[in-house]
């Protein structure tokens, strides 16, 4: 199983159809407060459709909750403009990734504690990244991969 983990993430539909691809690829969501809106907004049914009852999701009320409750945790923090391209880190089955809101992106401080451990997609400078939920796929379908996509069809 592999662990999606947004940090206080704020548009809901991003969280929707983040749930949406957890659900179909059997991945775990964790949802680290606070979050930029209620689980039970109408965005978030809607582009998760309903699947929500069914997904495998924890919440955090923060980052240190976070970690307490997944001591053993292997972490990849995805960012835009930093680490190494991912296709080039090795996942493995259980690893935790790791997104910051939309907004503000993760923290400086995550980025410095776990600096070897961030990974980036690489896009033009423009100013502006990809959709969080399009970053989500793209880097959950190359852990997918690198595990022979954990018995999906």
Not at 88 to 101: K, Q
Request: net charge negative.
């Amino acid at each position: 199983m592999i662990n999606v983990v947004l940090h206080q993430p704020e548009i809901p539909h991003n969280t929707g159809a983040i749930a949406r691809t957890c659900f179909v690829t059997g991945s775990k969501l964790h949802l680290i407060h606070p979050l930029g809106f209620h689980l039970d907004e109408k965005s978030v049914a809607r582009a998760g459709l309903d699947y929500w009852e069914q997904l495998d999701v924890a919440e955090y009320m923060d980052f240190d909750d976070f970690l307490a409750q997944n001591p053993d945790a292997r972490l990849f923090l995805v960012e835009t403009r930093a680490g190494v391209l991912y296709n080039e880190a090795r996942f493995a089955d259980g690893d935790f990734l790791v997104f910051g809101s939309e907004t503000k992106g993760l923290p400086v401080w995550m980025m410095d504690k776990y600096a070897d451990r961030i990974v980036n997609i690489p896009m033009k400078d423009v100013g502006r990244s990809l959709n969080l939920s399009v970053c989500v796929g793209i880097i959950l379908f190359e852990v997918l991969r690198q595990n022979d996509f954990g018995g999906l069809t």
